[in-house]
Structure formats: C-alpha cells, structure tokens
C-alpha cells in the first residue's frame, strides 16, 4: 500500500468511526466504545507508518480536482512533509487516549455515543487540516473544528457555564474567521490557486501583491482558532466542558490548528515585515498577560487554559522570527505534556471533589491517593516549566535561539524588532510559567487539613494514558539529534547562552513561588473555606459538573477564591484582582459589542413588533373592516339587488351628463 493510501485512510478512518458510532448508538451500545476507540488506534498506527516512510525526506504530494469552478480549482490533495507527518502522529496518539480515558470518565453519561463521534469527527477534520494541501478543503475541515468545539464544550449543556462557554468559544472563533476567509480568497486571487505548493512558489517568485493585507487578515482567523490575544477570552471558558474535551483541544486539536497554518504558510507572512512585527506583539502581549492571569485562577483547569494560550504565544514568537521548526516543536512538545496535565487533572479533581485549588490547599495525602496522576503531573509540569531534560525544555529553548539568532541580526528572515520582542517577552514568560507550574503543584498536593476520603484506585482506563502521554513528554526532547530530518534539517539544539539563562529566571520563578507559600501557607489553617467538594464516588464527568457548580455558588465565580493562603495572591499584589478576570478583557468586550448589539437587536425587535407588525396587522384590519361591510350587504333579497343597481346606473348617468357638461362649456 502506497504512502499516500496510507495517509488517506489516516483521516477516513476516524470519521468512518464517528458514522457507525452514532449509527449504532442506540440499538447497539455496546458497540459504541470499541467503533470509538480502534479506528482511531488503527489511524494513530498508520500515521507513525506514514511518518516513517516520509522519513523527513522529500515532500509527498497528490491531488485531484475536486470540483471545477470556472476560475480558481479546489482540488483534493495532499502534502506530506515532515512537519505534517509528525503534527499527524501527535493528533491521533492525543485523541486515541483521550478515546480511552473517555469510556471510564464518561462511564454513566446517556450522551457518551454521541460525545465519542463528536471527538472522532473532530479528530478527522483535525487530521485534514494536518494533512490537506489546498486552502478550501483546509477551510472546511477548519469549520467542522469549530462546530464540533461548540457541542463539545457544551456537553453538559444542563449547566449554565457550558451553555454560555459553548457559544462564546463559537462567537468569538467565528469572528476571526470572517476575515480569515476574506483573506484566503485573497490570497487565491493574487496567486491564482487554493493549492499550498502553488501559492509558495508564487511567494518565491513575487507574486503577492498585498502581502501585509493578506496576512493581517489571515492573522485574524489564526488569533481566534489558536486563542491569542484579543481574540482569546473564550478557551479559559471552555473549561466547562469535559476535562478530555479540554484536552483534546489543548494538546492535539483546534488552538493548534492556527499555529500549524501558519507554519504551513510561512513564507506568505515572511513577505510582509510589517505582519511578523504585528505577529510578535501580539504572541507578547499573549505570553506575558496569560501567564500573570494563569497564576491567579482559583480552577485547577483554568491555570492550565491560560497556559495553553501563554504556550501557543511561544509558537507565534517562533513563527514571528521566521522559524516554523522551532514552532512546531514546541507544539508537538507542549502536546505531549499539556494532554498529561489536563488528563491528570481530571483524576484529581475526581479525587479531590474540587476543582478549586483553595479547597485542595485545605486537604491532605491527595498525592497519596492518586499517585499515577501525581507522578505524571509531576512530570508533565517540569517539562511546562522547561526543566531540562524535559521535552518542554529542549522546545522552549528552540524558540529562543530562533529570537536570539533574530534579534542579533544572525538571521534576517523577520526585523530585529520582532527578535528582540520575543526574546525579552519568553524570558519574561519563563519566569511567570515557572511560578504558576509550582504554585498549582503545592497547592494541590501538599495541602494541609482534613485528609482527603480514600474512594478507591482510579480506573484503568483513566491512569494508563498518563503513563503512555508521559514517555514523550520525558523522552521526545532527548531525541532533538534525531529528527532535525522532520523539521527541514534545521537544528534545533539549545544554546548555551539562553539555555542557562531561561533555567537560571525559571528556577527563580519557581524558588520565588516557593517562599511565597512557605510565607502564606500559615494562614490557611486560620481561613477556613467553605466546603465546596462534591462526591468523589460517583462517575468522574457527574463530579467535575458538580464541582463547577459548587465552586461558582461558594466563591460568586469560577476563577476566584477569597484565599489570603494563596501564594499567587502575595506575588501579584494589587494586580491579582485584574489578573484573575484576565484583565477585564471580557467585561472591555461586553461594553464595546455585546451590549451594543444587544442593543440593536431590541431596536429592531421594537421596530419589526411595534412599526412593521402594526402595519400588517392595520392592513388585515382594514381588509376584515370591509370585508364585514361588504358582506352586510349581501341580503340575498333580490328587489335590493335591484334596486342598487337601478340606483348605480342612475348616479352613473347623472356623473356622465355633469362631466358632459362641464367639457362642453370649457
């Protein structure tokens, strides 16, 4: 079987799991679990197959036209280089986990047929983007993300955290994919073709002529798929969804989706100066703001949403520098150890009944209780903080050599603007990331209080794809001599330089962090909160509903607590209460369109009920008005018939001789 055949069958397989999943849901549940978990196992084997036969060698390409339309083609294709091949494997190992977990997480829930096609679906149209070689059939894939997303996140549709969560993460995407898809047609137009390896070669040859406008406004779309500043209010949000979904998204699909395009793409945005400078203050302002939010959230899962965006900041700082390696990289790293944390986290608050870290500061032995997901949180948060030898340290360190290597002026495929920016800012970001990396790790598993209730081992299901997510996320930053071949032969080695200079500011992050809780730590003995845990025995998804709804009515929010023991609330000082609502952005956002609109609707509504509606209802009025008249003369006495109509023709004829008349004597 060919490569390409192979490749195909990678995204098929997965939607054809989705199909028969839901087919079946009903009349066959029992099938329901394996058509979720083996097409995607299958896919994830076939895509390791693909990744080395490709080898890091030469691009694989194929195509056939979709459909013809009269001017530009949208074809069917294929482009296999490294970069996909592996993005691809990273894809289908997250979700065939995810698959996994999911059978003991969502045990009990009367949606789970439907939830699982959800993620299978969402697994194959991220696989097509991964894989797909023109823009249009990107496009749609793109879509079907966003879509999928919607339901997803709102899977516990009864709360009403996940209803608003699912629609603003819908909003808030579909606004940057308006001029998104303005820009992709605009990029078509200049050069001709939706096919990738068509559209670079025209960049290679000057063929763009609105470089910066195009890539401004495909900038819009990546900043709303991938949660980069402005447009990233929704993913912390999307934490009212399911902790896998969470995962899912986080680690393997959608916000990478935007990052991936790019990179694909980069020589599009390298035309335009302008744009990577834009691109750098925005993965910037993106670092260092989420890190500060991450390091005031009360909700366990909405410190590692803010992570995730001060992460994907990281990857558009590379990409603003001009080094698509040192991008994906870091994306198949923080894939790795991002979908540990997340996966982790569920077993905790499982565990804990609580998915407030207050709460859990205020427990004792939790680490005890569940010591797969301590070990692998353990793990996973190292590497987040770039510890070597960690994964996430050999992909930070790639990013920032790239910006170095920029701002030196050893590379000049982006300003040294843009070099400079991203250096000062993942430094900066390093500090940050360390300090929230232990905060959450003291918090949650050396509390002190009550013991935490023993409710039994935590299923297998759930325990063993920590332990599979954790390999690479140990190992894979070990094999950077390895696969420079994947990543266009460039190397992605540390250097000295920032390598004892991002691990000298991180450990003075984390040592800093420390002391703060050895300070504060105290006080949690003295501040009682309320209890906010649910009921740790029964399914997982029911727990993690509960605790969010606990947490919102003991604290008033999701993301606060009242906590003086927080050490996070030492560090940030009067800056914690900006902080913790992610600096106000959503309230900015309220003011400036939501309530507006609103507004116009409700004068349009007022408009269509009171000025149209009287119209047409005055209408229908007049109409029975005359026709009741209309009808009371209709007496059925044949002498009036008669009579009216001698009196007719006589009015008639005196109207005739009157006209007459009057013609006559002008």
């Not at 197959?49 to 083609?73: E, F, H, N, Y």
């Not at 763009?208 to 406008?213: A, F, G, M, V, W």
């Not at 000062?424 to 009550?450: E, Q, S």
Request: charged share 10%.
């Amino acid at each position: 079987m060919t490569t390409t055949t192979l490749a195909a069958l990678v995204p098929l397989l997965p939607f054809l799991g989705a199909l028969a999943g839901l087919a079946v849901g009903r009349t066959a549940p029992g099938f329901v679990r394996p058509l979720a978990i083996l097409p995607t196992l299958t896919a994830a084997v076939l895509a390791v197959l693909v990744a080395v036969r490709q080898g890091g060698g030469r691009a694989i390409d194929a195509a056939t036209q979709l459909t013809p339309t009269g001017s530009v083609p949208i074809d069917l294709a294929l482009h296999l280089d490294g970069f996909a091949v592996l993005v691809a494997v990273l894809v289908t190992v997250v979700a065939t986990c995810v698959q996994l977990y999911s059978t003991a997480y969502l045990r009990d829930d009367a949606r789970y047929p439907s939830y699982a096609a959800l993620v299978s679906l969402f697994t194959s149209a991220m696989l097509l983007v991964v894989y797909s070689g023109d823009l249009m059939v990107l496009l749609v894939c793109w879509e079907i993300m966003g879509i999928c997303s919607y339901f997803l996140v709102g899977h516990y549709w009864e709360t009403p955290e996940a209803r608003a969560a699912s629609l603003k993460a819908f909003l808030v995407t579909k606004l940057g994919d308006v001029p998104f898809l303005i820009g992709l047609f605009a990029l078509a137009a200049d050069t001709g073709s939706f096919r990738i390896t068509k559209i670079l070669a025209a960049v290679t040859t000057g063929g763009l002529d609105h470089p910066t406008l195009i890539a401004l406004l495909l900038l819009a779309g990546v900043a709303g798929k991938s949660a980069q500043f402005p447009l990233h209010t929704w993913l912390p949000d999307a934490m009212a969804g399911p902790t896998p979904v969470s995962a899912l998204i986080h680690a393997a699909t959608m916000v990478a989706a935007g990052i991936y395009f790019v990179a694909r793409l980069l020589p599009v945005f390298a035309a335009s100066g302008a744009a990577l400078v834009v691109l750098a203050v925005m993965a910037a302002v993106t670092m260092i703001g989420s890190g500060l939010a991450a390091l005031a959230q009360d909700d366990i899962k909405r410190v590692l949403a803010y992570s995730t965006i001060s992460q994907l900041g990281y990857m558009s700082g590379a990409l603003a520098v001009g080094d698509r390696g040192a991008a994906v990289f870091h994306l198949i790293s923080h894939g790795a150890f991002k979908a540990v944390l997340f996966l982790a986290a569920g077993v905790v608050i499982h565990a804990a009944g609580t998915n407030s870290l207050a709460a859990m500061s205020r427990m004792s032995g939790l680490a005890r209780r569940i010591p797969d997901a301590y070990w692998t949180m353990t793990v996973a948060l190292l590497a987040l903080a770039a510890i070597p030898p960690f994964a996430g340290f050999f992909s930070k360190e790639a990013v920032l050599v790239a910006a170095e290597h920029t701002a030196l002026g050893d590379r000049t495929v982006a300003p040294a603007a843009a070099g400079w920016t991203i250096l000062i800012a993942g430094l900066l970001a390093a500090v940050l990331t360390a300090a929230y990396a232990v905060r959450l790790w003291l918090l949650a598993f050396r509390g002190r209080g009550a013991e935490v209730p023993d409710h039994g081992g935590q299923p297998l299901a759930m325990t063993s794809v920590l332990w599979i997510l954790a390999v690479p996320t140990i190992g894979f930053g070990l094999a950077v001599g390895m696969i420079g071949d994947w990543f266009d032969g460039h190397a992605l080695t540390p250097s000295l330089t920032t390598a004892v200079l991002s691990t000298g500011v991180t450990l003075v992050g984390g040592l800093v962090t420390y002391g703060a809780w050895r300070h504060t730590t105290a006080l949690a003995a003295r501040t009682p909160l309320g209890a906010v845990a649910a009921h740790p025995d029964a399914e997982p998804a029911l727990v993690e509903a509960e605790a969010m709804t606990s947490h919102t009515a003991a604290y008033g929010t999701i993301a606060d607590a009242p906590d003086p023991a927080d050490p996070g609330r030492l560090l940030l000082g009067p800056l914690h209460r900006h902080a913790v609502t992610g600096f106000h952005l959503d309230a900015l956002y309220t003011a400036l369109f939501v309530r507006p609109v609103q507004g116009a609707a409700r004068l349009v509504r007022f408009l269509d009920r009171e000025v149209v509606d009287t119209y047409v209802n005055g209408t229908g009025t007049v109409t029975r008005l005359l026709g009741t008249a209309v009808r009371r003369a209709q007496t059925g006495n044949v002498q009036t018939y008669v009579s009216a109509l001698l009196a007719g023709s006589l009015v008639l004829a005196i109207a005739a001789v009157v006209f007459a008349n009057v013609n006559a004597g002008s």
